[in-house]
């Protein structure tokens, strides 16, 4: 009895956490797309043109955010207030201008996001069940491009084959920039190498020397190398000539600017705010509101109608009906779901950075996806899909992505940079390393060097004191 219980209650499981995944990881824009299109397939479905908060379901009056959840539960509490605001309140709570007195600059500028990049050139390729899993894949890959997971964690998670998700893989890592998605520097060499042998002539140790000698080709130790393949020095030069010039160990490098190339430009878009933080009542001295943008502004349910017309319906029809009650139940309950975890998020979130909202980016604490998903006690996917591709408002009009909220070398970044434009003179990596040092950040020379590399600042005998790119 308990055993028949639990079988016919997965798949429901299943699904509910699967769509709550998926909406998840949407913008407030896609949601709103998402949501129209359940409306337009799913006649279970309906929108109630009223005002009534997303939260705790109360009618709302006029144009104002909900009177109980947009309030302090005490007086005096410096907590965040966090609550979910209807699209028609979109930048008029606490005073802010409506989006048509806007100047154009307001809105800030970002970078495509890679796993969205690299999304859009094999999304037409995939079935929709592949296109989840590359979505998955693509979300954990950490600031090089290569995976944060394994793909035996990923398999067992969708609870799919490992061949399936190793195919899946193989098309991420052939997509732009080659090599995104691999597990290990060494894989995306390998995946890289065999691209270019397809129309290009390879040096046949080249293979050997990404195999089996990855250690001293990264140390630069040719000579040891050599000896290790029993060759002479020259007949292993082309080899690791060829490697050095063509391979990168490191894709999502070429698709941000290769290191040693700083000043590359970047692609702008332009974003309007998934959440929106302000000041109560405008007082600077008061706790933070975080309001999350639901797109709709009206009530969305499962049509009662509907419900009662199942029970009169034919059998040939009744199944088909209560396929599609089942499914906008479940859409509603996902929704639900999607702003609980938001909600749960951004009040730990803005708790832990109120100092980098107000400061500035020197002020930003050292958090991680791994640690936020430890505390909240649910997986580090869910946080990485309520990160992805979001954007935040922030009191001074801001628009920044919400992960430079889990960007951890930001306030570090933000010191070097400091320390470069007031330089009397152009200061080595090691010198910028000794500062930070003393200013206690703990970095080493050549994690400096990124650093530098990645604000598009010239090494020392390039560039003149002062002058910082």
């Known amino acids: 009895m308990f055993q028949h219980h639990f079988q016919s209650q997965r798949p429901q499981t299943t699904a509910h956490l699967a769509q709550t995944m998926t909406l998840l990881s949407l913008t407030s824009d896609e949601l709103r797309q998402q949501i129209e299109s359940e409306l337009a397939s799913n006649p279970a479905l309906e929108m109630v043109e009223e005002r009534r908060c997303p939260t705790c379901r109360r009618m709302l009056p006029g144009k104002s955010p909900c009177p109980v ?29 409506g989006t048509e007195d806007l100047p154009e600059d307001t809105f800030s500028s970002s970078c495509e996001e890679l796993p969205e990049y690299v999304l859009r050139q094999i999304a037409p390729d995939l079935s929709q069940e592949d296109r989840r899993l590359a979505a998955y894949l693509l979300t954990h890959l950490n600031e090089d491009g290569l995976l944060t997971t394994t793909l035996f964690e990923v398999a067992r998670y969708f609870h799919f084959p490992l061949s399936q998700v190793e195919r899946v893989q193989r098309i991420i890592q052939r997509a732009d920039p080659i090599g995104v998605g691999s597990c290990t520097p060494q ?19 080249a293979r050997r020397i990404i195999l089996d000698g990855m250690d001293l080709l990264s140390r630069r130790q040719y000579s040891e190398l050599a000896r290790l393949f029993k060759v002479s020095l020259r007949q292993i030069q082309p080899a690791v000539k060829f490697v050095s010039d063509n391979l990168n160990p490191f894709p999502a490098r070429s698709h941000w600017g290769d290191v040693r190339q700083p000043t590359a430009a970047n692609v702008e878009v332009y974003h309007r705010p ?6 109560q009542n405008m007082n600077e001295n008061g706790p933070l509101v975080v309001e999350i943008i639901m797109p709709v502004a009206g009530t969305l349910r499962v049509n009662p109608l509907f419900k009662e017309a199942v029970h009169g319906s034919s059998d040939e029809k009744r199944e088909d009906w209560k396929s599609d009650l089942e499914r906008a139940s479940l859409f509603v309950k996902c929704i639900q779901q999607r702003n ?6 951004l009040q730990r979130v803005v708790s832990i950075q109120k100092e980098f909202i107000l400061r500035g980016d020197k002020h930003l604490k050292p958090i991680t996806r791994a640690s936020f998903s430890r505390e909240l006690g649910v997986h580090e996917s869910t946080i990485s899909r309520a990160v992805a591709n979001k954007t935040i408002q ?18 570090v970044r933000t010191v070097l940079k400091e320390f470069i434009e007031h330089e009397l003179r152009p200061l080595s990596d090691t010198e910028l390393a000794g500062l930070l040092e003393k200013n206690g950040f703990s970095v080493a020379r050549r994690t400096v060097a990124k650093y530098r590399a990645m604000e598009g600042i010239l090494p020392a005998h390039l560039r003149q004191a002062g002058a910082a790119t």
């Open 394 to 411: 922030l009191p001074n009009r801001k628009i920044i992505p919400m992960s430079e909220f889990f960007d951890r070398s930001l306030n």
């Open 340 to 345: 609980h975890t938001m909600q749960r998020l």
């Open 69 to 97: 959840c947009s309030q302090p539960t005490l007086a005096q509490s410096d907590e965040p207030l966090v609550f979910i605001s209807p699209r028609d309140d979109y930048f008029t709570v606490g005073g802010a201008l």
């Open 274 to 279: 998934d959440i929106i933080i302000s000041f």
């Open 187 to 205: 894989e995306a060499l390998l995946v890289q190498l065999d691209i270019l042998a397809d129309a290009n002539p390879v040096p046949e140790m």
